[in-house]
Structures are given as structure tokens and as C-alpha cells.
């Protein structure tokens, strides 16, 4: 198994271009993630999904749009990139999102610097 | 709101001996999850080990193990025998739902 895999690992972006960031997993997990890393600000939750065609607003869903199409796949598109969007962006997936117990397993991140 | 915190910024310990990493949420549900993920210089987040809210007795992995008070919602992480590898961000992070985290520790470990 792959486990969960993002694309690109590095991307610089002008302010105001649009990009889609990739996600797949191959475990058949139902519930999927996006996390934004700061410095000091720790990993928070931007859009989440329990299952295909399902998706949902985390803490700070704003400039940031998703799709759930299949199960594989969770897509985080940027509509207009800003310079506050800079980060680290991770992906993660669960096997339920029902309990909350089971562990999350992360990508491997992505950088994206806008200027 | 469900918060998290992390009130260590850093910590540092000498190898082979013990340290307690610090955590603290807030939360009106009963029933929930806590974790602890490791963050190496890799950057790869790692399960290092969890509890159940109703489950009174304390997780234990190997050398991790977790200290949990519900009724002062803290859930602290002893790391005992510390290693070189040990030596990353921890974070502390909730779920009901949503996996909600802390802003993290950074641990160092000196030989």
C-alpha cells in the first residue's frame, strides 16, 4: 500500500493563480482531510469529507474549495492564492470518522510558498 | 468551542532519562478521543498513542505513556528512557468529529 500520497511536494505560486493540491489514498478509508501547518500555530483542519460526495468546513475553510468524487481521491483546490496562504498543507485519512478513535495517517505534506 | 493546548513551547531532556510533555483541552462532550502525534524533522505526522475518554485506566506504548484526568481535561505524555530519536514536535489533539490539535512541543533530546 501507497498509504496516502500528495502532489505536488513543492509549489510557488503569484498571488492571485489557482492550483489544486492532490490527495489519494489507497486503504478504502471513508473519512478524508486537509490540515494547513503554521509555525506555532500547530495543524488546523480546512475542509474535511466522511465519505464520497460529502464534505464539510473545518476551522479555517475560507479561500479553499474541495470535492469527494470517489473515495480514493480529495482534491484541495485554491481560488485565488494570497500570501496568507502560504504553509504546509497535509492530507489525512481515517478508516470512519465514527468513532473518533481511529488513527489518521498523514501524507508527506506539501510546501507552498505565494508571492 | 473545542481547544487544545499546549502550554510547553519547548522542552529539552538528557537521554535515558524521563519527560512529562503537557496538555490540556476544553470540551462539554463526554465521550471523545485524545492523541499524541509526532512530528520529526521529516515532517511525517505519527500516531504515538491514544485513550478513550470512558476508559479510566492510562494508555500505555512501550515507552509512552499518557497521564489522563477527565475531570481537569489534561493529558499529559511521559516519555521514559529517552531517545536521540525521540527528538521532535509533539502534538496533543482532540477528536469527537474533527481532529482538533495543540500548537505542538518541540522536544530536544541531548546525549
Known amino acids: 500500500n501507497a498509504g496516502v500520497t500528495q502532489t505536488p511536494k513543492f509549489q510557488v505560486l503569484k498571488t492571485g493563480q489557482s492550483m489544486t493540491l492532490q490527495c489519494a489514498q489507497d486503504?478504502?478509508?471513508?473519512?478524508m482531510s486537509w490540515y494547513r501547518q503554521d509555525p506555532g500555530m500547530g495543524l488546523r483542519l480546512i475542509h474535511y469529507?466522511?465519505?464520497?460526495?460529502?464534505?464539510d468546513q473545518g476551522e479555517v475553510p475560507n479561500g479553499y474549495n474541495v470535492s469527494r468524487s470517489t473515495t480514493e481521491d480529495f482534491p484541495l483546490r485554491l481560488l485565488s492564492a494570497a500570501p496568507s496562504q502560504t504553509s504546509v498543507y497535509f492530507c489525512?485519512?481515517?478508516?470512519?470518522?465514527?468513532?473518533?478513535?481511529?488513527?489518521?495517517?498523514f501524507g508527506p505534506g506539501t510546501r507552498l510558498t505565494v508571492t | 468551542a473545542q481547544t487544545v493546548t499546549q502550554s510547553q513551547p519547548e522542552m529539552s531532556v538528557q537521554e535515558a532519562e524521563t519527560v512529562t510533555l503537557s496538555c490540556t483541552y476544553d470540551?462539554?462532550?463526554?465521550?471523545?478521543?485524545l492523541f499524541w502525534y509526532k512530528q520529526p524533522p521529516s515532517r511525517q505526522m505519527i500516531l504515538v498513542i491514544r485513550?478513550?475518554?470512558?476508559?479510566?485506566q492510562n494508555a500505555t506504548e512501550n515507552r509512552f505513556s499518557v497521564n489522563f484526568q477527565k475531570a481537569a481535561k489534561s493529558f499529559s505524555l511521559k516519555i521514559s528512557d529517552s531517545q536521540l530519536g525521540d527528538a521532535a514536535m509533539y502534538f496533543c489533539?482532540?477528536?469527537?468529529?474533527?481532529?482538533?490539535f495543540g500548537t505542538g512541543t518541540r522536544l530536544q533530546v541531548f546525549p
Open positions: 489525512a485519512s481515517s478508516y470512519s470518522s465514527s468513532p473518533p478513535g481511529y488513527e489518521q495517517y
Open positions: 486503504m478504502n478509508h471513508e473519512y
Open positions: 469529507s466522511v465519505g464520497a460526495g460529502i464534505t
Open positions: 470540551t462539554s462532550e463526554s465521550d471523545y478521543y
Open positions: 485513550q478513550e475518554a470512558y476508559k479510566q
Open positions: 489533539a482532540y477528536n469527537t468529529d474533527k481532529l482538533i
